[in-house]
């Protein structure tokens, strides 16, 4: 049954860079640019101006998959229960470009803070919802989704409010700036960076791409639960990306190439030597892992 939610997932994470241009990325490369230089007037404006772009491709996604709902449950997925998931998940979709957004502000503004809280909401809002339900009610596809939507939809407000507390000139919705040649010269920043996202999400999804094609959604849903090792060998090396992203940013507009240099090659050294023992414990003990974490 879960295969069917995976699948759609999946769907939507190959379609996750059209709905920002790469304006995410350039985001944080630009307030934290502009916070090092201080100016928070041209903060203001990246923010106003990247926002309006993302929310306009994001709709534009979400939209066409509604749409296109009914033709992709019945070629693609081929149940009709993908419908009502294709409509959840179109919603849950717009409000992730939110989501993905501010994070990628607080990232810019080195608030590492925000950014944990928004995702802590995100991550966690569906699995406090899916806890009671198993046990009181029946978890059904249509309702796992809704759980998934209200993550985003929840960090979201909670990531603006946050903003508007600590970043308070940044995030003023009146007056409404916009600047065209700033948005300009973050689309020349951010719009290459959707070839590498997309080639970068395409082969990590491809093989369930061509799962939910070529065989069931049961065994789509077998083959999530046994992949449940690639996150967790990821997760040091993303944690890490995290904080290195603004810090580079503000050290490449310092020129300070040597301590960048130096920076990166220890991070490097590090994350190796700590992610090649997790590695070797999942393929010395699948079983093990696959029984603890799934029953």
């Given at each position: 049954m879960f295969g069917l939610l995976f699948s759609v997932f999946t769907f939507f994470s190959l379609l996750n860079?059209?709905?920002?241009?790469g304006l995410n990325q350039a985001i944080t490369k630009f307030v934290s640019g502009y916070n090092a230089d201080n100016k928070p007037e041209k903060i203001r404006t990246s923010i106003f101006s990247s926002l309006t772009?993302?929310?306009g491709a994001s709709l534009l996604v979400s939209s066409l998959v509604i749409v296109l709902s009914g033709f992709l449950s019945s070629y693609y997925f081929e149940s009709p229960r993908a419908i009502p998931l294709l409509i959840i998940l179109s919603v849950w979709f717009f409000f992730m470009s939110f989501h993905h957004f501010f994070t990628s502000v607080f990232q810019g503004f080195k608030d590492f803070s925000g950014r944990t809280l928004m995702r802590m909401v995100r991550n966690?809002?569906?699995?406090l919802l899916v806890i009671p339900t198993i046990y009181f009610f029946d978890l059904t596809l249509n309702r796992a989704a809704v759980f998934y939507l209200l993550g985003p939809v929840?960090?979201?407000v909670g990531g603006y409010w946050l903003l508007r507390r600590r970043r308070p000139n940044a995030v003023s919705i009146f007056p409404f700036p916009l600047s065209r040649p700033m948005l300009k010269e973050m689309l020349a920043f951010g719009v290459p960076l959707i070839l590498a996202g997309f080639a970068g999400t395409l082969i990590g999804k491809i093989d369930t791409v061509l799962l939910t094609g070529l065989r069931s959604l049961r065994d789509v849903g077998f083959y999530q639960a046994a992949i449940l090792a690639k996150p967790m060998l990821t997760f040091l090396s993303t944690s890490m990306a995290v904080p290195l992203f603004p810090i580079i940013s503000e050290l490449w507009t310092k020129e300070e190439i040597d301590r960048l240099r130096e920076i990166i090659s220890r991070l490097t050294k590090?994350?190796?030597v700590l992610s090649v023992p997790v590695a070797l414990l999942f393929f010395a003990f699948p079983e093990e892992i696959i029984?603890?974490?799934y029953g």
């Open positions: 860079v059209f709905s920002h241009l772009t993302v929310i966690f809002t569906p699995f929840f960090s979201t590090y994350t190796l029984r603890i974490v």
